[in-house]
């Protein structure tokens, strides 16, 4: 029995003593840590970003530990010579990245939050925001804490233009150094003086193709104004949706289609300049209409030499196509539009502009205009008459 207990001692002093020296072997050596672990079988882990000892150390023997507090001597982790080279988020943004203020609105406010799961608090001077000038010029500022729990901030006076930044940390255990988070900031105004033009609150519009015009200013030089645009029947801003599609960048016009027959709608959009900064409009009723008893044009008359056009507005029963041909009074062809597809069961339009087929303005007169529709196998004509006048 002495000989088996002296045997296991002298077994257990190897082990201890060969790991020992294998550790110093690879930290002296420039051999890789991942040798010795695979070969004693340890583990190393980060935890929240942060090199962790604590419960995370696995026996030499392979069998890992209860997950407790477990002390280890200094030399255990000195004899490895390690750093980590991962950096550890303690400071996040409060903020967008890319951000922006306007100067009519306040002071530009950059806020950044201290992030320290461990409670370290930073160091003397920090967090500090280094600020980059349109010009190339930077200045770096101390931030101060705010009421807020644990977030930092600098209030200043900015002309417009466009600024990088960074906010700097680091505490008295934070053994990399400085950490850093980045990003732009714009001083810009916001898209202004939207005036709408249609839809008009006291015409039906056909639920088909209700067209939505407007125009909107910006004092940003090339500036690409993106829209959002909400509808619905509800009078709450809150409860409208936005609409399956939106209007292009930059566009002053959009045409919605679908809708249903004599309803009360509202509309309203979000646009927003190239920097991000947002102008929302007030809210704007209208009313679709139903529909149409008979083929008809409207305005009418109307005046194409003052770049005046009319609508041709038809009823389709049924999926199909239809065009319309415009004779003189003598029964001579002069316009003839495309076929134009229209779904069953609601109103459709055509627009003109009052000139014939090879582009010129018609005379002052009366004509006549042959509505043509094929659906559901069928072939109908209507026709209307409509003035010109100059």
């Not at 306007?102 to 799961?117: H, L, R, S």
């Not at 519009?205 to 209700?210: G, K, R, S, Y």
């Not at 409860?239 to 009360?264: C, D, I, R």
Request: charged share 20%; aromatic share 18%; with cysteine.
């Amino acid at each position: 029995m002495k000989k088996l207990l002296l045997l296991f001692v002298c077994i257990l002093c190897f082990a201890v003593f060969a790991a020992r020296g294998f550790a110093w072997y690879s930290s002296h050596t420039g051999a890789s840590l991942d040798v010795f672990q695979t070969f004693c079988e340890s583990a190393f882990f980060m935890y929240y970003k942060w090199f962790n000892a604590d419960a995370a150390i696995m026996s030499e023997a392979g069998s890992r530990m209860s997950e407790e507090v477990y002390e280890f001597a200094p030399y255990y982790f000195q004899e490895y010579d390690y750093i980590p080279s991962v950096s550890t988020d303690i400071l996040l943004y409060d903020h967008k990245q890319n951000n922006y203020s306007v100067p009519n609105e306040g002071k530009a406010y950059f806020t950044v939050k201290y992030n320290d799961m461990y409670e370290n608090p930073p160091s003397a001077g920090y967090p500090k925001l280094i600020l980059t000038h349109p010009d190339g010029s930077t200045d770096t500022y101390t931030m101060s804490a705010s009421t807020r729990p644990s977030v930092y901030f600098k209030e200043l006076d900015l002309p417009k233009g466009e600024y990088s930044y960074s906010y700097t940390a680091k505490n008295d255990y934070y053994i990399i150094g400085e950490y850093s988070l980045s990003g732009n900031w714009y001083v810009t105004s916001r898209p202004y003086g939207f005036v709408k033009i249609s839809p008009k609150e006291t015409v039906e519009e056909l639920p088909d193709a209700t067209k939505f015009s407007w125009i909107i200013y910006t004092d940003e030089s090339n500036d690409v104004l993106s829209y959002e645009f909400y509808l619905g029947m509800n009078g709450d801003k809150t409860s409208l949706e936005k609409y399956q599609q939106q209007p292009a960048a930059n566009a002053n016009s959009f045409l919605a289609t679908g809708l249903n027959h004599k309803k009360q709608y509202y509309w309203y959009m979000r646009i927003v300049n190239k920097y991000g900064a947002e102008y929302e409009t007030e809210l704007f009723p209208f009313v679709t209409g139903g529909m149409v008893e008979k083929f008809y044009n409207a305005p009418n008359p109307f005046n194409p030499a003052r770049g005046e056009k009319t609508k041709f507005v038809y009823n389709m029963d049924g999926a199909g196509s239809a065009k319309i041909t415009l004779y003189s009074e003598y029964g001579d062809k002069v316009w003839e539009s495309g076929e134009t597809f229209s779904v069953g069961g609601t109103s459709s339009e055509i627009m003109y502009d009052g000139r014939d087929g090879s582009g010129r303005t018609l005379y002052n007169g009366t004509y006549i205009a042959i509505l043509t529709k094929k659906y559901q196998g069928r072939v109908k004509t209507e026709k209307c008459r409509i003035l010109i006048i100059k």
